[in-house]
């Protein structure tokens, strides 16, 4: 390859700022070699500093701040044919398959004008360090090596999910001093029983509630006009006051419906306080089934205005009280309104598909019981819907908020100061629970016409910057929100959001991604969190989408390439809102393990000594044992026996000894062995017990006994064995003889100790020791 010019070698800043830029003001002009020759010298630039991208997916902003930078792209071999290049005006560039040689090089250049097209070529065995891709799969992020960066991590459905922002929401307190209550609206898993009946519970609590706040709504009404619909409330938020010649046309309700919800109001006060720990189930004063169901049909009649409680006035000050302690205890307490609307969402899509808004328990149990998938893909996430959200103009929005996670050992968080208003193309009402009017997904909105009676002063693409929403406040005398509770708020609930998935997130160092919440604010300007999305469209639909999402890509370059060469660089729009120190892991030698410690032994049945077991006087004038074990001494020479073992061992009189034995292949359950005394006794001669062996599975008993004769040694002073050692397996006697009888390991060592310690033994105890050893094993 031509090596690079001197001036560019040398750093010569004119130089290097046009191979940042790319291409050369005259290459144009510029015959065909020179403009290779350009890009070859930008090619050797970009690999020696490392600078190789591959992008997948539609990011033209991510691509050219990249190539102003000097970094060269490598394509996906798996990108499509034809690939829009933005900064040709949308030229299209066919793609050839890529052979080796300078001749196809030569082909190539001469197919395409595009120089940013012969270094893709030119870098094609290159690998890339840095992978921007729009979904996580399409890289197999394990097999990277550390030093390519990547724009996902893996793991994150714990908070990019409905359903995993709903679960761990729950395991906030362990996590931070936050109650997930003050900033994520309740959520449940329709997906379990336990979690069906919590919402249940749920949804009949905020009905008992709600039946108060219609108590006292109606006196206040009478005495001022709801909020203006400028702010929030408007027409459908519920806070409606029966007309007094209305009455006589609807169904009058007692005021016991009024007591029982009060009832309900104070058993969940209870609850809180712990009041019910020491009440059993039985003596508890729930309501009934039936008396559940009463009270939820008359509060859909009271509610939808089919019906009004007689004399409310005499409740009042007692609906009011349990209204402020719950509120006390419980932060939604305002935005539950009355009217009891939840949203029912797939736990897993995104961009508002099939979610509904419904405000009857027993349809949205339906709904969810109609799916018959399996339990694990059975997900569904109910959430208490916000029935008092801020109003622009009598409109609903939301706020798309981005922020970035460099890092999440130590967890790293840059939030971005700039974010976009996204309004809903109808008039909120209440009365109406279509998703055109309370969902302002822009997938969802941009296959909708705008309202004709929707306000003029909001923009026909349905979008404010939140510069433009903070001059609307500013005009309204409420320009300090924003800085003081808007976005201190928001900032707060993605630390807490983060903190909590930390755990769950596969940290790979030299990775990073760009998430973006959504959040809907109040009628009291507190933002609700209502859920993360990852890889947030960047999609250029409307002009705020065209300058803010390419402003965020372009920031999110600083933070991610240019901090790393330089920690003082311009970051944009971002601003360090997380930095968790620093968490050190303990070594780890695998080599260095070990296990110290005693063996467990198992300890030996505790059987009762045997008395009756009589030994001739021959044995009990053995002198005492002076020396160690034999067994543990080296073998002395054989040499004659003694004389007091030179009569032959023989049994007279004896009675049987029963032991059962296992058969070679299977072990007994049980062992037992009863030992009877042997009561006959002859002059000089040892009486021992006699064993009867008999294998488990036999039928019948085998009686008499098992008799075997050693081979005869030609001396003389051969010695006889005992009947004892004839099941012994392959015991040698004094002279060498040799039995292959079947083989139970308690004889085994019985009969070898015997022959051990036989010359030397002084005390009864010892041999019935040996028994008992025997006996056991």
């Not at 960066?149 to 922002?165: D, P, Q, R, V, W």
């Not at 809907?520 to 300007?525: E, K, N, P, S, V």
């Not at 006087?617 to 160690?628: D, G, T, Y």
């Not at 064995?721 to 040799?738: D, M, N, Q, Y």
Request: neutral net charge; contains cysteine; proline residues 6%.
């Amino acid at each position: 390859m031509e090596p690079l010019s001197s001036a560019a070698r040398e750093g010569d800043p004119r130089e290097e700022s046009k191979l940042k830029r790319g291409i050369l003001q005259d290459v144009t002009s510029s015959p065909k070699l020179d403009r290779y020759k350009i890009a070859r010298q930008l090619t050797e630039k970009a690999i020696k500093e490392k600078k190789i991208f591959s992008i997948y997916g539609h990011y033209p902003v991510i691509r050219a701040t990249l190539r102003r930078k000097g970094w060269v792209e490598k394509k996906f071999h798996f990108l499509p044919r034809v690939i829009p290049n933005v900064d040709d005006d949308g030229a299209g560039v066919t793609e050839h398959k890529q052979a080796e040689g300078k001749e196809n090089e030569e082909v190539a250049l001469e197919k395409t004008d595009d120089i940013h097209d012969v270094m893709s070529r030119l870098v094609k065995n290159e690998v890339p360090y840095l992978l921007w891709t729009i979904k996580r799969d399409v890289i197999d992020y394990h097999s990277l090596n550390c030093d390519q960066m990547l724009n996902h991590y893996g793991k994150t459905a714990s908070f990019t999910t409905k359903i995993g922002l709903c679960v761990n929401m729950r395991s906030l307190p362990w996590y931070v001093q936050a109650n997930p209550d003050s900033f994520f609206p309740r959520c449940y898993g329709l997906c379990t029983e336990s979690e069906k009946q919590e919402f249940l519970d749920d949804f009949r609590r905020t009905a008992a509630s709600s039946i108060l706040k219609w108590v006292v709504s109606q006196q206040h009404c009478s005495g001022s006009q709801p909020h203006g619909r400028g702010e929030a409330g408007g027409p459908g938020s519920g806070h409606r006051k029966v007309p007094e010649n209305a009455e006589s046309k609807l169904m009058g309700l007692s005021g016991q419906l009024v007591d029982t919800a009060c009832k309900v109001c104070q058993a969940y006060l209870g609850r809180l306080e712990h009041e019910d720990i020491d009440v059993s189930e039985d003596t508890s004063e729930d309501l009934t089934e039936d008396e559940w169901k009463d009270l939820t049909e008359q509060y859909y009649s009271l509610i939808h205005g089919d019906a009004f409680i007689s004399n409310s006035r005499n409740h009042l000050s007692q609906c009011q009280a349990l209204l402020n302690k719950i509120t006390s205890v419980n932060p939604q307490t305002e935005i539950d309104g009355l009217r009891n609307i939840w949203i029912i969402k797939p736990a897993a899509k995104s961009r508002g598909r099939d979610i509904v808004c419904m405000n009857r328990v027993e349809e949205i149990l339906e709904l969810v019981a109609a799916d018959h998938l399996p339990a694990k893909d059975n997900k569904w996430v109910v959430q208490k819907y916000i029935e008092t959200p801020l109003l622009i103009y009598d409109t609903k929005f939301d706020i798309r908020q981005w922020f970035l996670v460099t890092d999440w050992n130590p967890l790293t968080i840059w939030f971005y100061k700039e974010s976009y208003l996204r309004f809903s193309t109808q008039r909120f009402s209440l009365e109406n629970l279509d998703s055109a009017i309370h969902l302002c997904n822009n997938s969802i909105q941009k296959h909708l016409k705008n309202d004709k009676d929707r306000s003029p002063l909001l923009p026909y693409h349905n979008m404010w910057t939140s510069t433009r929403f903070r001059e609307y406040l500013q005009k309204r005398g409420r320009g300090t929100v924003w800085a003081s509770v808007i976005y201190p708020s928001m900032k707060r609930a993605i630390t807490n959001t983060m903190r909590v998935a930390q755990d769950h997130v596969e940290p790979r160092k030299n990775s990073f991604e760009l998430y973006g919440a959504d959040f809907i604010l109040g009628r009291d300007f507190q933002p609700w969190l209502i859920e993360i999305n990852s890889s947030p469209t960047m999609h250029a639909s409307t002009p705020v989408t065209a300058q803010l999402c390419a402003q965020v890509q372009e920031d999110t370059i600083k933070v991610v390439v240019d901090r790393k060469v330089d920690r003082n660089c311009d970051i944009g729009n971002f601003e360090l809102l997380w930095r968790q120190p620093a968490v050190e892991l303990p070594p780890f030698h695998g080599s260095d393990l070990c296990v110290e410690g005693v063996s467990v032994k198992r300890t030996k049945k505790h059987m009762p000594p045997i008395s009756n077991v009589t030994f001739s006087s021959s044995l009990l004038n053995i002198q005492p044992l002076k020396v160690r074990c034999p067994s543990a001494m080296p073998r002395p020479a054989l040499g004659p026996p003694q004389m007091a073992l030179q009569q032959d061992l023989k049994v007279k009189d004896a009675k049987v000894l029963a032991c059962t034995l296992p058969v070679p292949i299977k072990r007994a359950a049980e062992r037992s062995c009863k030992v009877q005394s042997a009561n006959a006794e002859s002059g000089g001669r040892t009486e021992l017990p006699t064993c009867h062996f008999q294998h488990i599975d036999s039928k019948t008993p085998k009686t008499g006994l098992t008799k075997a004769e050693s081979h005869r040694h030609s001396e003389a002073n051969s010695l006889s064995v005992h009947p004892l050692l004839s099941v012994l397996p392959r015991v040698k006697t004094v002279e060498g003889a040799l039995f292959q009888p079947p083989k139970p390991p308690g004889l085994l060592l019985l009969a070898s100790c015997l022959k051990e310690l036989g010359p030397h033994l002084s005390q009864k105890d010892v041999l019935q020791d040996l028994l008992l050893e025997a006996l056991w094993f």
